[in-house]
């Protein structure tokens, strides 16, 4: 049996995506611990951070052939734990949201049912619209505006300059703006 401590990053991510359970295991015990302490630097919740970490590398496993690591593996992995955090922020969130809404409803005996239904018209509308744009225009957006991910980090994934991202969000933008309106545009990006 190889000696998978001394592989390199890029040999263990050629490894994994053999399906090799032993890279697999030498990523998560070369990053797992690292990874924790910065979710919990995030979150300063310790089961949250476990959490995060265990549905990262749940993840990368399931996904394993179809990751693309472009910088390295630790790049990945600590991108992959901040957007799993924001994520979750934003989960909790729009729980926090509907427990508010329902609260309301119950002590002022108003139902929010109109208001829900045009937020699901919206969010269809929204989508539809998205998807009408050109793919790495429509990939950009979603990234920027809904995953909360920086210019740099699109960038990357895309393997493009920040400038390109930054010109794709400006015209999805700009498209979407006739289209849904500049208030209900803001109010969907900022909201």
């Known amino acids: 049996m190889a000696n998978y401590s001394k592989l390199n990053d890029l040999e263990l991510s050629d490894l994994l995506k053999d399906n090799n359970h032993h890279a697999f295991t030498e990523i998560y015990e070369r990053y797992a611990g690292l990874l924790y302490?910065?979710?919990?630097?995030?979150?300063?919740?310790?089961?949250?951070?476990?959490?995060?970490?265990?549905?990262?590398?749940?993840?990368?496993?399931?996904?394993?052939?179809?990751?693309?690591?472009?910088?390295s593996i630790?790049?990945?992995l600590y991108t992959a734990v901040r957007y799993k955090f924001l994520k979750q922020t934003a989960s909790e969130k729009i729980k926090s949201g509907y427990a508010e809404r329902f609260l309301n409803t119950m002590v002022n005996g108003v139902s929010n049912t109109e208001t829900y239904l045009e937020e699901k018209d919206l969010a269809r509308t929204l989508e539809r619209l998205i998807s009408a744009l050109p793919p790495k225009m429509a990939r950009a957006f979603v990234m920027s505006k809904l995953e909360f991910f920086s210019y740099k980090e699109i960038a990357e994934e895309l393997n493009i300059s920040e400038k390109t991202v930054q010109n794709l969000i400006s015209e999805a933008s700009s498209r979407l703006k006739p289209k849904l309106g500049f208030s209900m545009l803001s109010f969907l990006l900022f909201y």
Do not use: G
């Not at 959490?51 to 693309?68: G, K, P, Y």
């Open 74 to 76: 630790s790049a990945y």
């Open 37 to 71: 302490v910065y979710a919990f630097k995030l979150t300063a919740d310790r089961d949250s951070s476990k959490d995060i970490v265990q549905d990262l590398f749940i993840s990368l496993w399931d996904n394993r052939s179809a990751t693309n690591f472009r910088t």
